[in-house]
């Protein structure tokens, strides 16, 4: 069995200033978002990582090299999910603008892509399919950390546990830990966002 402890990056400068903060926006960490960071290293302090893996975006690399010392390995299926048009943006604009395409939580509903002309949810979680079964292949019974963006994880764990309506599920915090139990045959969610 492979165990994944999975991170959304600590809050980088987009989160701040409330930015739509899609594949294409690469802001650093903010200084509360390194602290976030290494308040994530200390809950798993007591976790032996084999290998890690990161989108190669900079808020998820510098998370990814805050918590550990073992150089990750850069995976483009982990890069937040791309919201088209709409990266960049600010969020208050987005919501006024589209309210069609959010929920009163701020949720993304489907179809946005339509508008956005951004990626489909069945062809971001075709990549993370793919990277699942990649890395549980090639790590069988290691722990592995995961360092990825909040919608991305969101949609892994929609994955893992076939939620067919993503507005049920809030994206995980900055800096939260997700964790996985995979096999070939199967795939547990232990916990989401804590």
């Known amino acids: 069995m492979t165990t994944i402890y999975c991170v959304r990056h600590g809050q980088s400068e987009a989160n701040l200033a409330q ?8 802001t650093p960490l903010t200084k509360l978002g390194q602290q976030q960071a290494l308040a994530a290293k200390a809950k798993l302090a007591n976790v032996s990582f084999d290998a890690v893996y990161a989108s190669p975006l900079k808020r998820a690399v510098q998370t990814a090299n805050l918590i550990s010392s073992t150089t990750p ?36 509903l489907p179809n946005s892509w339509e508008v956005s ?5 069945a062809q971001v979680t075709a990549k993370l399919e793919s990277f699942l079964a990649g890395v549980t292949k090639k790590h069988p019974d ?5 360092v990825s963006h909040g919608f991305t994880l969101k949609l892994l764990a929609a994955l893992l546990l076939d939620i067919g309506n993503l507005q049920n599920l809030s994206e995980p915090a900055n800096a939260s830990l997700t964790k996985l139990l995979v096999t070939p045959d199967t795939q547990t969610l232990v916990y989401y966002g804590k």
């Open 19 to 26: 930015i739509m903060q899609g594949s294409k926006i690469d």
């Open 73 to 108: 390995t850069l995976d483009e299926r982990l890069v937040e999910f791309d919201y088209g048009t709409w990266n960049g943006q600010l969020l208050t604009d987005l919501y006024a603008q589209y309210p069609m395409y959010f929920d009163e939580h701020h949720n993304l």
């Open 117 to 121: 002309g951004g990626p489909t949810y």
């Open 142 to 146: 290691q722990t592995l950390l995961v």
